[in-house]
């Protein structure tokens, strides 16, 4: 699944617009690396997303096209908030 559309189901972002601008202003970060919107996710990957002086982390665990509000909630692992 492309990063901009599992940002969008998983609810981390609300839209996928502004999951596409946040990817294309180098704020996402997969495993380390600066990540396109295009981007490929899997399960395990490791992704940062920089909100001003925020910053926060998950792990993907799930990766699924549909589903619904409390599904979203599993989606991702938390690991940090800064």
Known sequence: MRLDKFLKVSRVIKRRTVANE???A???MI??????ASTEV???DI???KYGEK??????KNVTNVVTKEGALEM???LENE
């Open 22 to 24: 946040a990817c294309d």
């Open 26 to 28: 180098g704020r996402v």
């Open 31 to 36: 495993n380390g690396k600066i990540a396109k």
């Open 42 to 44: 899997k399960v395990d």
């Open 47 to 49: 992704v940062e997303i």
């Open 55 to 60: 910053m926060i982390k998950f792990r993907i």
């Open 76 to 78: 991702v692992e938390m």
